[in-house]
């Protein structure tokens, strides 16, 4: 095993392995069931946002690139906001992301129920639904305690598992596909149209997950912006393709709940539909399996920078991982997954991480600004034309969020005064041994 870093953690991740998580976290189970929606939305047009979202995702990619080479610490946003803006707003970001990443989880694990149960439909009652949920957040818990190289092992073997039935998808798919299809029989609104890419944000985005272990990653100012650039590399095509193929293949695709399954089951018949169901699963699982990995080193993080209790920052004695954190967001988690609260966590989703990704962006010019003061580090990589590409994207995000509506926004709203309020609290419990010592 390697040494212990200052923070008590491994750096047991390698370039590999991080291009891996990239990849993990971002192919979730989104690309299975969006390809219909935005096609009842958009039809033929759909392949257009799909284009214009990999801009913007590509244009904060670019930010984080920058952003995180220029920090070897685990907190991912958090970090970058707290040194860029002050505790305040780092903790906002970090309780925010954290959030996240725990209403995800829950949403997938529900999904990823509602996918096995195609094979046995007791798994979808009370009990079944019950034993899913805990055995899959136990399994995940246990396995990140045990190690950042298990769980990164763990990771690379989901990313392969999720990547086949997909390239299949679309090398297969490719020779059914109908040129009829893809002529449009009407032109969407711009409405239609920011919707449909708001919808969209939520399958391209994730890869922020990926930045929050930095800890725990060999040479990270350097794996980082090369392990988000290429990953990006790998989805983007793929995820068009799949569209294409979706598209050209499935005459009632607007309509179908599960579209990739549907058009496998068209052109590969029920042997290439269950391949697509057992990849859902497994992409789900391997998403899982990052967000487990992810969100409890922002309690971490937060408790390094003295913003939440001491405990959070505790790593085990053997395996050198935040264990108490990682035990508290597994719990949070499985009462989320049980509780049902599958639209909740998506509509947060998509507003949170937009946020996330604007103070990740604005933190670009302010850290440029202070590099060499001592407390900012020189990037590893440089943005080109790093202003322009700040502002398009703060651009697109504030178009983005002004289209969401407004129980979506409350939402968000309500959880960033829960934060504040957490924020309070630690506070004033940290004061106060050191008022009662005076």
Known sequence: MRPATREGLVRGIGRGSMVALCINAVVGAGIFGLPSRVHDLLGPYALLAYIG?????????????????????????????????????????GWLVWLTRVTAFAALCNLLIDYLAHFSPWLASTHGRVLVAAVATGVLAWVNIRGVRTAAIVANVFTIGKLVPLVLFVAVGLFFVEPASYVPQSTPTATEFSATMLLLVFAFTGFETATVPAGEVRDPRRTLPFAILASMAVIVPL???????????LPDLATSTTPLADAAGRFAGSLGAAVIVVGAAISITGTLNGLVLAAPRLLYGMAE????????????????????????????????????????????????????????????????????????????????????????????????VAHASVLELRNVGIAMLVGAVLMWLAGRAARRPSGTEA
Do not use: K, N
């Open 305 to 400: 920078q003295h913003q939440l209790p001491g405990l959070f920052a505790r790593t085990h004695p053997r395996f050198h991982t935040p264990w108490l954190a990682i035990v508290l967001t597994a719990v949070c988690m499985l009462v989320l997954t049980l509780s049902g609260s599958f639209l909740a966590a998506v509509a947060m989703s998509t507003i949170t991480r937009l946020l996330a990704y604007a103070a990740t962006c604005v933190a670009l010019p302010v850290l440029r600004r202070r590099e060499g003061r001592g407390d900012v580090a020189p990037a590893m990589f440089r943005v080109p034309g790093g202003g322009w590409v700040v502002g398009t994207a703060l651009l697109v995000i504030a178009w983005l």
């Open 239 to 249: 995820y068009v393709l799949i569209q294409v193929v979706a598209i050209g293949t």
């Open 53 to 93: 979202c990999a801009v913007l995702v590509l244009l904060v990619v670019l930010c984080f690139a920058e952003v995180g080479s220029r920090f070897d610490q685990t907190g991912g946003p958090y970090l970058y906001a707290r040194t860029a803006f002050g505790p305040v707003a780092g903790f906002q970001v």
